[in-house]
């Protein structure tokens, strides 16, 4: 049995908190409703919980605290789609793939997360940018060692 | 699904502004060239694929408040053994 790491019902949300996903995210597109979920004591994590499927949650980081030079173009396309006027507008974040050894955990640096915390809309948006990875190792000094020191 | 035969160099026009043209055939390649408004999003379906299978791996594992804590100290180990 599956247990959520946050009780919806718990979250003391007003509307004009939600993030919406007008088109869910790729593989759930019924998904549209989230909440971007941080306290001081996670951070550099959060969690990105459906709104609408208490079972429906995502480990995400904000990228730029493990990959500091982590860069990126959003075309003209995405940049009107979330009517970005500023570049503080936007949240970036990184859905995580925690593995079985946590170690081995990976961050998707190909499909960012970008949401305009301004107007509440964000989209996962596929940068087609050959030199990031889908699973970009989240801790490359450790999980290379794999234990040998 | 509509199948038309082109020679390279010919091209199709898919609605009013989006234009396709096979440049060339090597092989089992086919290299094709799309000229397309800037809103009109191109990308390779097995990326989007990808993503998808991605997200579901990710969404599979409920990242509990013991499991963050223990990420955040590997984190700071990481940063402090730079």
């Known amino acids: 049995m599956r247990q959520s790491a946050v009780d919806i019902s718990d979250l003391d949300l007003s509307e004009d908190e939600a993030m919406i996903f007008p088109a869910g995210l790729p593989g759930l597109s019924d998904y549209t409703r989230y909440a971007l979920l941080s306290d001081e004591e996670t951070w550099p994590f959060y969690h990105l919980q ?4 208490a079972q429906l949650c995502f480990l995400t980081v904000d990228p730029f605290a493990f990959f500091p030079d982590y860069d990126f173009e959003l075309s ?3 940049v ?7 570049m503080d507008d936007v949240w970036v974040r990184n859905i995580v793939v925690v593995a079985d050894d946590f170690k081995q955990s990976t961050v ?3 499909a960012p997360l970008i949401m305009n915390h301004r107007t509440r809309i964000g989209r996962q948006v596929i940068l087609n940018d050959p030199s990031l990875a889908i699973k970009e190792p989240l801790f490359p000094r450790v999980s290379t060692e794999s234990g040998n020191r | 699904m509509l199948v038309l035969r082109r020679k390279v160099g010919e091209t199709l026009l898919i609605g009013d502004d989006i234009e396709l043209v096979v440049l060339g055939v090597e092989g089992d390649r086919v290299k094709l060239g799309i000229q397309a408004p800037k809103e009109i999003e191109i990308i390779r379906k097995e990326l989007l694929d990808e993503v998808t299978e ?3 791996r990710a969404s599979a594992v409920v990242p509990s408040k013991e ?4 990420l955040k100290e590997l984190r700071r180990s990481e940063d402090e053994g730079k």
Do not use: F, H, I
């Open chain 1, 80 to 86: 009107k789609q979330l009517q970005l006027t500023s």
């Open chain 1, 76 to 78: 003209e396309a995405v």
């Open chain 2, 67 to 70: 499991l963050l804590k223990q």
């Open chain 1, 108 to 110: 998707n640096l190909q």
């Open chain 1, 50 to 53: 459906s709104l609408e499927n």
């Open chain 2, 54 to 56: 991605e997200n579901k």
